[in-house]
């Protein structure tokens, strides 16, 4: 399936008076909910009209904690309703995701959405031919896009500090396990869909963000313990053919014996970066790799998860009219790498990509 790179919006079609402040009903009330609430809450020109949760007294705690006075919906429908909500977060558990985007697509909703974006192709297809159809603005939180060391990486490549990625590695290790509220519903097939849905898909992002298009998939899974409670293969490794003529890695591990680890490691023509070290052809007294200083991805800082900026962007993207650095039909590429890297650990074969 073929789909718009674009939003299809000229300024000012977002409706409404354009100086009011953007108004929007948050879906959850879970953590990643609250962190979106205090992100809408500290921004100037936005504001919390509703909050739609499956427990009215969860969702009452959660914003006298915050600090923050919105009402709380009866229900999703009532918000799609309600002429005055500009705009929807999604942080639903996935299965409804897809259900949740087309229905606000259809009521001119804008649209912040949770990862994974779908937990299957037919359903993220779908997502992307009522998105064509109702253009609205959307913004997919592949929330590491606004991390400092990620806007680091991303600048300097911009900059051919190290010239065309030719490989990329890129590994998400985090134990995903009881300690986790999500933990429950995540390790289950039905809602956590596998190793690389449910988390491992940062990486994949990443690769994409950094090195370009996945054109061609292999991977491989596992378990860690035979008494794993995960409904899938916890672990993953795929590797990847790049549009650019490179390669690419992603390992995704949800049940190991490590502290939580975001590795980027990217080899170019003229140097290379990891993580937050460079070797670069610009600096050509260089005999090791320089330090930046910065909050990485697995920092451990709240900051490492920047849905501040990530909020910040979206409200101007909704009063310029200028796509987010994720748009939907961004991220609709990397989630078909995840469904492609799924496709090939199941059948043991290699998956050419939809789009490529």
Sequence with gaps: MKIKAETGLEQGDEGGDIMSKLRFAVVGSGWVAGEYMKAINAHTDAEIGAVVSRSREFAAEKLAALGIDAPIAASYEEVLNDSRID?????????????????????????????PLALNRRELWNMAEALEQHPVHTVASFVLRWNPSFNNTKALIEDDAIGRVYMAQIDYWHHVGKQYSQYRWSKTMELGGSSMLS????????????AGDIVEVSAFGCRTWADSDYGFDPNAIAIFKLKNGGIGKVSSSLECKTPYIFNVHLLGEQGAIMNNRLFSHKLPGQTDYTVIPTILPDSGDVSHHPFVEEINEFVAS??????????????YKSMEVCFAIDESIASGKTVILPSA
Aim: aromatic residues 6%; proline residues 2%.
């Design 87 to 115: 705009a929807v977060v999604l942080c639903s558990t996935p299965e409804q995701r897809a259900e949740q985007t087309i229905a606000a697509a259809r009521r001119g909703k804008h649209i912040v959405m949770e990862k």
């Design 318 to 331: 909704v009063r310029s009219g200028a796509a987010t650095r994720c748009t939907f039909q961004d991220a």
């Design 199 to 210: 988390a491992g898909c940062h990486a994949v992002d990443a690769v994409r963000y950094f």
